[in-house]
């Protein structure tokens, strides 16, 4: 401050700042804001896309009024407005990082306290953590932070001005009316507000909570623990439970503690710093989220994506061989390279239907995409109908438009079309798909809709997931051109090992179409040695045959040689081996 004074002592006019420590708290807010950003960004943005995809917010009375009926309800209806722009996965990772700065910087305001700031940040990491599980909603973040914008705004008036007789009445009515309609607005997260206020608010508000269940078309059960707080009903978790405890305790105890000096400062904020690096990451289960991006890879056609996803990291669950061989068919890659990841049988082309939105859906893109149209469009429906919370689903809506089109059915697409006409990010699509309606040349032209209908069926019929084989014979017999069904009609049999089965196909496949890739070829090499027959001429490579007898030659010599590893990616291999 030296060089902020007059040679008499007193302050030069204009010139003095604010010490450095003095923006510390903001530039410490503003880390945590970049580093959620950062997160949702670069590490999960596929995340957000998945939450996006489980609702369909509309611009419409009857949606709305349909939110505010219940309690909770503007705090659903502001969380579903946001999430809607989870499409554009940078503004997704801007709404969640504000979100996190308003908890982090309210909750502050409540601690009365100008030191200690860490703590402050405590309610955040946890909620970061928290939101690990995808089926904690957005509505639990606003429902937080209006209640802590609220309990700030009361409760400092209520501190500031004591405990006289008139004072307590006239808090008691102002709670009497506060309690009641942040309740309808915010949910049972009201009850932090109550417990910040007096200890009675809290009785007041579990009784509004009770009577509200006698009148609401919803279990008690789902009232007490929030009706838009979780996508699971009646599913009450430790985090959304504790979270509001850890920001009650924190507004009621850190103000009564010494103030902190510049190490014990330091200290905090290290330790906050260490917490966010170790607890955060916990949340986050690593396979779910890998279901999740390629769920959203599959979404956006980015096969390639897939492939090289794939091949940093081999895929093991079913999803994710499905998705992968997908990506792999789509190129026209599958008969040259299925065998360079891991297989589980003919699952992995067509996974059997669980009652699951992520996994019903992906398998419905399989479908869609082999020109199983109604298959798809059914799985679409049963996706929908999986939402545990009853959301509807903007992707859904789009792909039943998308089926109804294709299968020429022009109202019932004009129907699902007027609803994404409602929404901000479907709309330009909804109205360059309802120009289409009826126009066939159009519709012909298209690149995707086009060729589905020239891959479609003309007749309904009933299969299993177990007859992929016979699925996909019909719809090469259907249409020549159908590369991923040839592709998928080789390619089951011989996931199954069943070389008999495969050689039928294969041959069916080659004088109809010509195809006989690699691993094609690696099988009919491996059927002619059982049957010890020469293969016909040109049939198969030289170089193939020529590898085939190396496989054979080091498999008679022992089967544990490790020089078998070299083989690994081949038919071969997979063939003797059931691992």
């Known amino acids: ?15 003095e700042r604010l010490p450095l420590h003095k923006y510390a708290p903001w530039a410490a807010t503003l880390c945590l804001g970049l580093a959620v950003f950062l997160f949702w960004r670069l590490r999960y943005p596929f995340a957000l896309v998945y939450q996006e995809q489980l609702q369909m917010f509309l611009f419409d009375d009857d949606y709305l009024l349909s939110r505010l009926s ?38 502050w305001r409540l601690m009365r306290s100008e030191s200690h700031y860490a703590w402050s940040f405590v309610p955040a990491l946890l909620l970061w953590y928290a939101m690990g599980d995808e089926s904690l909603l957005l509505t639990y973040v606003v429902a937080l932070v209006l209640t802590l914008l609220a309990t700030w705004l009361l409760a400092r008036w209520f501190w500031a001005w004591g405990y006289t007789p008139r004072v307590l009445g006239l808090k008691l009515l102002v709670m009497l009316a506060v309690v009641p309609l942040m309740y309808w607005l915010v949910g049972p997260m009201v009850l932090l507000l109550a417990a910040f206020l007096m200890p009675i608010s809290v009785v007041y508000a579990l009784g509004l909570m009770l009577l509200s269940a006698y009148w609401l078309p919803y279990p008690m059960s789902r009232v007490m623990i929030g009706i838009g707080y979780y996508r699971i009903p009646d599913v009450l978790t430790l985090m ?12 009621n105890i850190i103000h009564l503690l010494p103030r902190a000096g510049r190490k014990a400062t330091v200290a905090e904020a290290i330790a906050a710093v260490a917490a966010a690096v170790l607890l955060v990451p916990l949340g986050y289960e690593a396979k779910k989220y890998e279901l999740m991006e390629y769920d959203y890879l599959v979404r956006v056609k980015d096969w390639q994506a897939i492939i090289a996803k794939a091949e940093r990291q081999t895929p093991d669950l079913p999803m994710s061989v499905s998705a992968t061989n997908l990506a792999l068919a789509m190129t026209n890659q599958l008969g040259d390279r299925a065998f360079d990841f891991y297989q589980r049988g003919s699952e992995g082309l067509l996974p059997g239907f669980e009652r699951n939105f992520a996994t019903t859906q992906l398998t419905g893109e399989i479908y869609f995409h082999l020109g199983l149209v109604n298959t798809a469009q059914r799985l679409a429906f049963e996706a929908m109908e999986a939402i545990p919370n009853y959301n509807k689903s903007a992707r859904v809506v789009k792909r039943l438009a998308e089926t109804n089109l294709i299968n020429g ?168 081996n059931s691992e």
């Open 240 to 251: 959304t439970v504790l979270i509001p405890v850890v920001v009650f305790l924190i507004g």
């Open 1 to 15: 401050m030296k060089n902020f004074l007059r040679p008499d002592g007193s302050k030069r006019p204009g010139v």
């Open 409 to 576: 059915q022009y109202d019932v697409a004009r129907k699902y079309l007027a609803m994404l006409q409602k929404t901000i990010f479907y709309r330009p699509w909804a109205e360059r798909t309802l120009a289409m309606l009826g126009d066939e040349a159009a519709i012909d032209r298209h690149p995707l809709y086009g060729t589905l209908r020239r891959y479609r069926l003309q007749d309904d019929f009933l299969f299993s997931e177990q007859e992929i084989d016979k699925i996909c014979g019909q719809l090469l017999a259907h249409c020549q051109q159908n590369r991923m069904a040839a592709q998928y009609l080789v390619m089951a049999p011989l996931m199954d090992r069943d070389i008999a089965r495969f050689m039928q196909y294969a041959q069916y496949v080659q004088t109809t179409t010509g195809y006989n890739p690699r691993h094609c070829q690696e099988a009919e090499a491996f059927a002619f040695m059982q049957q010890r027959q020469q293969p016909p001429q040109g049939l198969i490579s030289q170089y193939i045959l020529q590898q085939m007898n190396d496989f054979a030659r080091i498999y008679a010599a022992g089967r544990q040689s490790p020089e078998l590893q070299r083989f690994r990616n081949t038919a071969w291999y997979y063939l003797v």
């Open 70 to 107: 219940e309690p909770g309800g503007l705090a659903r209806y502001v969380a579903e407005f946001l999430v809607q722009f989870y499409n554009g996965v940078a503004i997704g990772a801007a709404i969640l990082a504000v979100l996190f700065m308003l908890v982090q910087r309210l909750t």
